[in-house]
């Protein structure tokens, strides 16, 4: 007789001490949401198809494969036969699925898989399905058929036979005979699916043959069960006679260790610098961006997110590719810095409240807060532009660019890059296949795109040059995140307070401004390009600008004098003084409205120029003109035509119109599951393990204490304010275990806080079948 007793799962996870329970739940987190009442129900949990989809999905290579060998083996295996298949040692992977609770062992120590595990892991090694459940698809005249062909006596049972021909294939040696009587066209057949995938066509495979009337190599093999026809047009190769062909392999070749970095050597100096570089280049790029948009905010589309030709204007303005664009409203939104917001007609994109603290911060501060929300963000900025299964296109900022996996691989790569050795540059490529190594089940398009543009992104945002990483994006990789602020601060130039003004009427700041000049300099000029150096243009119309939001000449004076290095050439001068002479000299007043000047001739003129006949003017007095457009009209429409007016108030005083910036509460995006489930801490750990322990004890608690004794023990522990496991019968019959704090005994009935319903309720003396304090030991 065989000594082999199977066993549960629970009854292998009653076994383990407290530590082996602990390193359990670390690496299987989702078990503890809640806490198992006993160890009966982490067993449970740990069975059920969507815990142990996300825990295979965790598996590396190897240890799939360990796995894949487990399911492929008869039960129970054990570690001899299971590293035989392999061709390598699976001792060390044997274990860790066996902490993870995949596998258990029976009474005997051999290694059992859960029938879930089973059923999530597929087909393992790309095998086909065994025999006998591969036959049960034919009906039993066709499988007693297949069984007299191979010299077996059908037994009047359809699955009795089957499963007298899976035992046949697994005999090596008749195997080996039935194979040497095949035609080397059958050979080459079955050679083509012994690798996987285990599957083929063949037009009328459900065509009943035997022996006797085959014709064709493959109905050879459909009539000795070699080939087994699951519909008429479709043969599988079944699992048994694969493995056999394989040589014993499950795999074609074991990956115990991960693939080693394709490194090349580059300037970690270079490397650093460049780095540095982008850092404050994204930070400034992302204040120019919300800065303009407080201004003149972008709507919101109504299906959410940005449309094009905000996109292209604005990523115009900002002098950067909308590829980059996109990243930077992601990176924004994610860092709760931009927000949907209502301006009183539509929704639109604002900065928020948290905008005007950022900006107050230093730049390495203000970059980390960037990164870090890049970083943990499931907003996927590189399927902007994408279509979805609807053919429409993804836009920035809408709802459909979240994929829980982002974070999960951006960290990935993170600490891959850090991996390596200072002074040297991996490839793409060599960081996605070591991703797939590590998690292959997960692997697939998304996540060698998502490698693809963790790269990039973070060249731009200052973490990488290339597929080399900077020493603070080290720390930060590490978790040191004030140490990576800190060290870049360090490396950044400071801030200067001054710019060179040129004859050509630009101004070029030779590094990045203060906040406070870069905003005043924005007012009064126009980013021309940015870079190593920006360029600012003056101009006309952005002098006016200045002139709208209040300055004087004096005041535009006061900035380039104290500001430039260099003296303020003359046509910057004459250009600055033009704009003054000419501004306010013609006034609208709102009216409906009205034109005012006290040069008559400037009048004159335009009530004979033909750009302004859309304003149908007028002339009510020398010095007064009435037009039948509103006074934002006029002004435009003026200023398009070469003049500088000003607004003017019903008090004839100028009306001072500045950039009004607006401002939106924060709003952070709902947030999604992660990928990964986020490790629980040691004491939440402990203290699993002990409510664990305690639920076991409790499940045991039997109604041999008396009420007195029960009583007593309530009464102790309501005065103690300690906690106690009862056993509990409801009034249908229920018995339940749980967790309570009494808080007074009178009357028959105690008054406790239940755990399980989180609440304060009153418990029957007599329905407590039993007491335990949360500190015994159990009995034995």
């Not at 994929?403 to 960290?411: D, K, N, Y």
């Not at 300099?521 to 390009?529: C, G, H, I, M, N």
């Not at 300690?722 to 019959?733: C, F, K, M, R």
Request: net charge negative; hydrophobic share 45%.
């Amino acid at each position: 007789m065989p000594t082999y007793r199977p066993r549960s799962l629970a009854e292998d996870l009653r076994a383990r001490d407290d530590a082996a329970l602990g390193a359990l739940l670390r690496a299987r987190p989702d078990l503890l949401s809640p806490v198992p009442s006993d160890v009966a129900s982490l067993a449970a949990r740990a069975t059920t198809r969507p815990s142990v989809q996300r825990a295979l999905d965790l598996l590396d290579r190897f240890r799939l494969q360990v796995l894949e060998v487990l399911c492929v083996l008869p039960e129970p295996a054990d570690e001899a036969t299971v590293s035989k298949a392999l061709g390598v040692d699976a001792g060390a992977a044997l274990t860790d699925l066996h902490g993870q609770a995949l596998v258990y062992r029976d009474t005997e120590g051999g290694l059992v898989v859960p029938r879930t595990v089973l059923d999530v892991a597929g087909q393992p090694g790309g095998l086909g399905p065994p025999a006998e459940q591969a036959l049960l698809v034919y009906g039993p005249r066709r499988i007693a058929r297949v069984a007299t062909d191979l010299g077996l006596e059908p037994t009047g049972d359809p699955v009795g036979t089957a499963r007298a021909i899976a035992a046949l294939f697994l005999d090596a040696q008749r195997l080996d005979d039935l194979l040497a009587t095949a035609s080397p066209a059958a050979r080459e057949a079955l050679d083509a699916l012994a690798w996987g995938p285990p599957t083929g066509r063949l037009d009328n495979a459900g065509r009943e043959v035997d022996a006797d009337t085959a014709t064709t190599p493959v109905e050879w093999l459909l009539a000795h069960g070699l080939l087994v026809a699951v519909d008429a047009r479709t043969v599988v190769l079944p699992r048994e006679v694969g493995l056999h062909l394989r040589g014993g392999l499950v795999h074609r070749e074991a990956a115990p260790a991960i693939p080693e970095h394709v490194t090349t050597p580059v300037d970690q100096v270079h490397v650093n610098r460049t780095a540095g570089g982008a850092a404050a280049t994204v930070v400034r790029q992302v204040e120019d961006l919300l800065e303009l948009w407080a201004v003149a905010p972008p709507r919101v589309l109504r299906a959410g997110g940005l449309g094009v030709r905000d996109r292209a204007r604005t990523a115009a303005a900002l002098d950067v590719d909308e590829e980059s664009l996109t990243l930077l409203v992601e990176v924004a939104q994610a860092a709760a810095l931009l927000a949907a917001g209502d301006d009183g007609v539509d929704e639109v994109w604002l900065p928020t409240t948290g905008f005007d603290d950022w900006q107050d911060s230093p730049v390495s501060a203000r970059w980390l807060t960037l990164v870090r929300a890049w970083r943990d963000t499931t907003r996927t900025p590189g399927l902007a532009g994408a279509r979805d299964q609807r053919g429409k296109t993804l836009a920035p900022l809408g709802p459909d660019l979240d994929r829980t996996l982002a974070p999960v691989v951006r960290r990935a790569v993170l600490a891959d890059l850090a991996a390596v050795p200072e002074g040297q540059a991996t490839t793409v490529e060599s960081l996605a296949e070591r991703l797939r190594w590590r998690a292959p089940r997960r692997g697939g398009r998304l996540q060698d795109d998502l490698v693809t543009w963790t790269v990039g992104e973070a060249g731009v945002l200052g973490l990488a040059a290339g597929t080399a990483v900077s020493r603070p994006a080290r720390l930060f990789a590490a978790g040191d995140e004030d140490a990576a602020a800190a060290l870049l601060e360090a490396a950044l130039p400071p801030l200067l307070d001054h710019v060179l003004l040129q004859a050509d009427l630009t101004a070029v700041a030779p590094g990045p401004l203060g906040s406070d000049l870069a905003r005043r300099l924005r007012l009064v000029a126009d980013v021309e390009s940015t870079g190593g150096a920006t360029v600012y243009r003056f101009t006309e119309a952005s002098v006016r600008r200045a002139f709208d939001a209040g300055w004087s000449s004096g005041d535009v004076a006061d900035l380039l004098s104290r500001h430039s290095r260099t003296p303020v050439p003359q046509p910057l001068s004459y250009l600055v003084e033009d704009v003054a002479r000419r501004h306010g000299r013609v006034r609208v007043s709102a009216a409906a409205s009205f034109v005012r000047c006290e040069d008559e001739a400037i009048l004159g003129e335009l009530l004979t120029d033909r750009r302004a006949v859309a304003l149908r003017l007028r002339r009510l007095a020398p010095t007064v003109l009435a037009a039948q457009s509103s006074a934002d009209v006029v002004l435009s429409r003026l200023r398009e035509m070469g003049y500088a007016p000003a607004a003017e108030g019903a008090d004839g005083d100028v009306v001072v119109r500045r950039p009004e910036s607006r401002r939106t509460s924060a709003q952070r995006s709902p947030e999604r599951s992660a990928a990964v489930p986020p490790q629980p801490k040691a004491a939440l750990l402990d203290a699993a393990v002990r409510a664990l322990r305690a639920g076991e004890r409790a499940a045991t608690v039997t109604v041999s204490r008396p009420t007195a004794d029960v009583l007593a023990m309530l009464t102790q522990a309501a005065a103690g304010g300690e906690s106690l496991w009862i056993g509990y019968v409801d009034a249908e019959g229920r018995g339940s275990q749980r967790v309570i704090e009494p808080v007074s005994v009178e009357g028959g009935h105690v008054s406790a806080y239940d755990h399980l319903r989180g609440a304060v309720r009153s418990f029957a003396v007599h329905r407590i079948t039993g007491v335990s304090a949360m500190d015994d030991q159990p009995a034995p």
